[in-house]
Structures are given as C-alpha cells and as structure tokens.
C-alpha cells in the first residue's frame, strides 16, 4: 500500500450553515453570521461538538436549545446535531455549542441484556431510541446476559466493547456520521475489517504544524490477580485465585500489581485465561501524540491515517499507522485541527 502525501493548502469555506426548528419547517441561513467554528469528535464515549459564534441577530431570528443545526464544509456534509447551549453577549453576538445524536446516548435505562455480542447490543440501543445507524463491522463473540440498571446507553456500550476487546482484541466504537450513528471497528488484532483506514500521511512537509510526543506507565499492571469468592457447603467463604504476569515487563518497570473480583460462575480454566486477557490489555506502556496540522477533510476520532516525522524516527518511531482518539477542527481561512493519537 502506497503512502500518498498531502501538502497542499486547501482555501475552502462553509458553504452551508442551517439553523432551524427540529423537522426544519423553520429555518435561517446564517452562513454570512457565523464565526470561530470549531467541531471536536472523541472515542471516549462522547457525543460531537460544534461550537460557533453568530455574530448578530438578524432580524425575526434567534437560535434557541433544541434547534438543529445542519454545517456543511467546502460542500462536505460535516455535522448535524441539535442546540444544546446558548450564551447572549452584549456585545450581541452569540456563543452557540450543538451536540450530534451521540448526545442522547447519554439518556439512562434499564435493559435485561439476553446473551449477546455487542453489535446486537448497540443495534438494540438505536432501535430502542429511534436513531438512525449503520453496522460499518461485524462483532461475533457473545457477552454474558447481564443487567444493566439505571445505566446510560453509552456505559451499556462501553461495558460490552470493553469485554469484546479484551477477548478478542477487536476495538470497537461508535461514530455520529451527519446524523447517522455508525458501529465501527477502530482496531483489531488480525487481518479483519477496520472501519476507516486511510493513506493520509501527516508529518515533514505534509500538513504537520507541529507535535508533542510522551509517554506513561501510569495505568500500566505487569501482575494480573484474580480472586473468585464462594461459599462450600458450611457457608464459609472459599477463595480462588488466579495470577498472570510478565517476568520481563517487572524487570523493566518493577512490579505493578492490581486485583480484580472475578465472575464466581467462572470455573478455574476460565478464570486463568481471563487473568491471561487482563495481562495483555494492562501491560502496555501508554504512549500519546498530539499533532498540530492543516485540515483534512477525512480526519476525525476514529480514522487511521499514518505519520512520517524524522525526529520521531530518531527515537525510534518510524513511519507507521496510528489512531485518532480526538479530533479538532477549527475552520476559519486557516483551517487547523489538532490530533490526539495512539500509536499502537
């Protein structure tokens, strides 16, 4: 797969900016009003943002909570999503933050989740609240049935694509794409499907402005400590635990060591392979990018795009394919966005 390099300036502007009423019966065209848009989009569970400025109000019109909100960029559909703050200054402009569907997700509920892989879990979430979506993947292991009490749907989401991952190493993610909220895979640990693979090379010379690189061992366990608590036949708690570990991650970073409750429906081979699971998840060293570049059009959280920057090479990062987590916009002239990346 060839790496193609984008180095080009793109002079581009919104070229449609509708603020209506939630079926659009009302609308204003405030394209020649608004200012200082900046859309952000994140994996962590998060809805996506738009903020913006009006810079008066024209006559007859002034945005209110629960309009929507329809912003297209250099002809791109890029948001969709529905007022969720409003601020009047006195100078009469207007400080705007909409929110995309993803927003709704953050509505609790009770769900009896029948066994289940996650794909069948976020399909139920969308029908249950009528959100239009889409399956970008497939997810094929089944989760336990569990029950998910007062929880938000995107905890629920987050509780299976969590569990998925650590049993197959598949990440999962959801995505609102103009209105539309996509089922995405934004990692996988074989040779299956990833959801939004690109060939964008941000780096020397194409579209980097700058970066800072670091890394952490914070959130990083080498011993993996498992206990099951039952009871035998004369009511006393019997304790069943299950260790993994990696001799050579103690020896580098000495020994980090977390417990955890296992599932007492697990039986002594089961708990060992998810004490197994566990290891492999927690001992990694944290490592985090975040670039300044010029905008691209295909960049969001979600999307695999590659980075070549030679002083990155010279610690030993050469060019290599990395994940946005959380992507900004800013659209003016000078169409920026700023990148916080994981490098696998």
Avoid: C
């Amino acid at each position: 797969m060839g790496l193609g390099f984008f180095s080009e300036v793109k002079i581009m502007a919104v070229t449609y900016f509708i603020i209506g009423n939630r079926d659009f019966t009302k609308r204003w065209d405030v394209r020649d009003i608004v200012t200082d848009i900046k859309w952000t989009t994140d994996l962590s569970f998060s809805a996506g943002e738009l903020q913006f400025t009006l810079l008066e109000v024209n006559e007859g019109f002034f945005p209110a909570n629960g309009d929507a909100v329809s912003f297209h960029w250099d002809s791109n559909e890029t948001f969709f999503g529905y007022i969720f703050s409003i601020k009047y200054n006195s100078d009469q402009t207007i400080d705007v933050v909409a929110y995309d569907r993803l927003r709704y997700l953050k509505n609790q509920d009770t769900i009896v989740w029948p066994v289940g892989n996650a794909l069948q879990r976020f399909n139920s979430i969308m029908n249950r609240t009528n959100t239009p979506h889409d399956n970008l993947a497939v997810a094929t292991v089944n989760l336990p049935a569990e029950v998910s009490d007062g929880k938000t749907y995107f905890d629920m989401l987050k509780s299976a694509f969590e569990a998925t991952e650590t049993m197959t190493g598949n990440r999962y993610a959801v995505r609102d794409q103009y209105g539309q909220v996509q089922f995405i895979r934004v990692r996988t640990n074989d040779d299956a499907y990833i959801s939004d693979r690109t060939n964008v090379v941000i780096g020397d010379g194409s579209l980097m402005i700058d970066f800072t690189f670091g890394s952490s061992i914070d959130e990083l366990y080498n011993v993996v400590k498992l206990i099951k608590e039952t009871e035998d036949e004369q009511k006393r708690t019997v304790y069943t635990t299950k260790t993994s570990n990696s001799e050579s991650s103690q020896r580098r970073y000495g020994t980090l060591q977390v417990v955890e409750k296992a599932d007492d429906k697990l039986n002594d081979s089961q708990i060992q392979n998810r004490a197994n699971q566990l290891l492999r998840q927690y001992n990694k060293e944290k490592i985090n990018l975040t670039l300044n570049a010029i905008g691209h059009d295909v960049i969001r959280a979600g999307t695999r795009f590659y980075i070549s920057i030679q002083d990155l090479r010279d610690i030993g990062i050469g060019t290599r394919e990395v994940l946005a987590t959380k992507v900004t916009h800013n659209f003016s002239h000078d169409w920026t966005m700023t990148i916080d990346a994981e490098i696998d």
